[in-house]
RNA sequence: GGGCUCGUGGCUCAGCAUGGAUAGAGCGAUUGGUUGCGGACCAAUAGGUCAAGGGUUCGAAUCCCUUCGGGCCCGCCA
């Protein structure tokens, strides 16, 4: 019995004692304790002290001599702390024999918030041309975790990229090409992704300083591409999805994929726009502006905000006039125009399907990927623009179906900054694409790569080439990942070239170090485990690692409900602090006695497993030498 | 000007949703640890008016208000 239905055992008790005094509107709490205040701690005296006018503690005392009866085989003792608090202990025997059986199942904690209702997660989103840079990184990793959490607790998840294959960067680039004499073949064998962006977007974008005549061919080009078969648009989709191709290259290498890619361009052809903004005007939710400064617009109100304009005095819609429609549709609000066709598989097996507008071209019999609820990914530069979205979505749908989960921005340490040639006084600062001033997303995943390559292959004479490449990616790929989950989304993380490489203390290589340190315990036993008694765990060291292992239901339920990545990344880092503690202080294969041994490896097993299974849904890999 | 957000040891951050007991980590500093299953480790010491002030409360890092400081957003651009 892992730690929630503890929790809700002693729930039942304490609403046992409520319920025989007629106070059943109390919502108190029920957690696990701090150390030294027993296992688990309830807040209940104190509400009712509120209510009753009388002390917690006497409260607390009545309350522990009714519940002292109802205990049963999983709740040894029950006391009134003199502060009001009423502490539960555990029967460690019986707690640790369940925790210990349950934990050995692939299953362990899954559990089902979700009930298999359908939801959307779209994150990346980046515009195809450039490379993903470390600010990139963080979107799609927060996304991907929250994809994995999701599935976790019984999800039907489907994930999208939302890809702007039409917006002015890629007018940008076609300009480059077709009227600065960049070459669409890069320089030897350049990445498409990184040649686009760093030669010539950043090229032609310093173009436009002197030259005037170009600034204005942008909008010519703008508007070519967003018409359907010009020689512009057909030119303009070779180019983006060569980029595109590019991008999906390093974001496979952070070992996240996705089920469909949505193209902007389509969205447009399909005239998804005509059809939801017919639904706004009959619905009363768009009006157009008679006079003032918006005279001859559409727009839209909400409270605390200006207006904002969604159709321009000369009928052509704004950026934001493209999000409606897509949100709509990803809500299943408004028919949809798409059919699918297979765009890759990925090296998961998971395939990857594309929007198409040409029926002809679909793969499959009609697909869906719209969901009872959305959750888009996007940092909160756009909240304003999202908050208008979920007012719509929340409009249409009469409930919070759609999810902004929004996230600082990824800034540049100013001695990250200098490396790159941008002198400055502040302590941080802004990536720029647009300037090529950014911390690009292969760089730093070779730079770790080939520092963890070497570190390893100091520390493991035996290991062949290949190995020490695949210990070195799980473990770059892994650190990345932690890095930029490690604080609140609402923290902005500053980064730091020399830093990033760091890989002692509170880091990914730390807690796959503890996992490969279990393995190699677990490799060199012969013992089969079978029976094992299970009041040998006397030690503190023991204790806290099965009660670690007991609460990671409690974690995952918790970041599910609260969309909080960082959840687990700290429960991965607690439960590895407290193997470490356990593996130094504890003998495990020359423990004094057979039996000991026995029972040792049994909660060695349970760590290995439920750290793995916690690191899944970091999609860190836990590799079992390093 | 308006809105959003952050402020916790020298540095980077947990804790805040749901107020409660002793404010926890990592890095850095100082010190100790392998006749033990991997030292990417363990253990210990120093270091905090939880930005400031006020309020609510029996009780505030946590809730409310004000101020200060940092960041972001506010186009008939995308």
């Not at 921005?409 to 200098?418: A, D, E, H, K, W």
């Amino acid at each position: 019995m892992a730690f929630l239905k503890i929790l809700e055992y002693t729930r039942q008790i304490i609403s046992s004692y409520l319920t025989t005094n007629d106070l059943t509107d109390v919502s108190f709490t029920v957690e696990p304790s701090k150390p030294g205040f027993g296992d688990i701690t309830c807040n209940i005296a104190f509400l009712l002290a509120k209510k009753l006018h009388k002390n917690p503690q006497d409260i607390s005392q009545e309350i522990v001599e009714f519940c002292s009866k109802e205990l049963g085989s999983d709740i040894k003792n029950i006391t009134a702390h003199p502060a009001g608090h009423i502490n539960f202990e555990l029967d460690f025997i019986n707690f640790s024999k369940s925790v210990l059986e349950e934990s050995q199942s692939p299953h362990y904690c899954d559990i089902d918030i979700g009930k298999s209702k359908k939801i959307i997660v779209e994150h990346t989103s980046v515009n195809p041309n450039k490379a993903l840079h470390i600010g990139h990184v963080r979107n799609i990793v927060i996304g991907d975790i929250i994809t994995r959490i999701l599935k976790k607790v019984n999800y039907d998840v489907h994930t999208l990229n939302y890809v702007d294959d039409s917006g002015l960067q890629v007018a940008d680039l076609i300009i480059g090409f077709k009227h600065c004499g960049f070459s669409e073949d890069p320089p030897d064998n350049e990445k498409f992704d990184h040649y686009c962006g760093d030669t010539v977007y950043v090229g032609t974008t310093e173009k436009y300083i002197d030259d005037k005549d170009l600034e204005s061919k942008r909008h010519e080009i703008l508007k070519a591409i967003e018409d359907i078969n010009t020689e512009t648009s057909i030119f303009a989709q070779k180019i983006t999805r060569k980029v595109l191709d590019a991008q999906l290259k390093t974001v496979w290498n952070l070992g996240v994929t996705y089920d469909c890619l949505n193209f902007e361009s389509q969205i447009i052809h399909s005239k998804l726009w005509d059809n939801i903004f017919s639904k706004l005007k009959s619905q009363n939710l768009v009006r157009l502006e008679k006079s003032g400064k918006n005279e001859g617009c559409w727009v839209i109100s909400s409270k605390d905000e200006d207006d904002k304009i969604l159709v321009r005095s000369n009928g052509v819609a704004t950026y934001i006039a493209k999000d409606i429609p897509y949100a709509a549709w990803k809500l299943g609000i408004i028919n949809d125009p798409f059919s699918y066709k297979i765009f890759t598989t990925q090296e998961n097996n998971q395939t990857l399907y594309e929007t198409t507008l040409d029926q002809r071209d679909s793969d499959t019999n009609k697909l869906s990927f719209s969901g009872d609820k959305v959750i888009t990914v996007i940092d909160n530069r756009q909240i304003r623009l999202q908050k208008i979205i979920t007012d719509l979505m929340r409009r249409f749908t009469g409930s919070d179906s759609y999810i902004h989960l929004g996230y600082e921005s990824v800034t540049l340490s100013s001695n990250t900054s200098s490396i790159l040639g941008f002198e400055t006084s502040d302590k941080s600062v802004q990536m720029s694409g647009r300037k090529g001033f950014y911390v690009d997303a292969d760089l730093i995943l070779g730079n770790l790569h080939d520092k963890i390559y070497n570190e390893s292959k100091n520390r493991n004479s035996s290991l062949s080439d290949s190995e020490l490449n695949s210990i070195a990616k799980s473990v770059s790929v892994g650190t990345i990942r932690y890095e930029m989950i490690k604080p609140d989304l609402d923290k902005i993380i500053t980064f730091d070239l020399e830093t990033s490489l760091k890989i002692e203390g509170d880091t990914c290589s730390y807690i796959q170090y503890s996992y490969a340190r279990a393995m190699r315990i677990l490799e060199k036993s012969n013992n089969l485990i079978t029976s094992v008694n299970f009041s040998n765990f006397t030690s503190q060291f023991e204790i806290n690692l099965i009660k670690k292992i007991a609460m990671y239901d409690i974690q995952v339920s918790d970041a599910a409900k609260n969309l909080s990545p960082k959840v687990i990344a700290r429960y991965c880092y607690e439960l590895a602090v407290a193997f470490s503690s356990f593996y130094e202080h504890v003998m495990v294969l020359n423990a004094e006695s057979d039996e000991l041994i026995k029972s040792r490896l049994l909660l060695v097993h349970s760590f290995s497993l439920t750290l793995r299974n916690a690191l899944s849904l970091l999609g860190i890999d836990s590799p079992s030498r390093m």
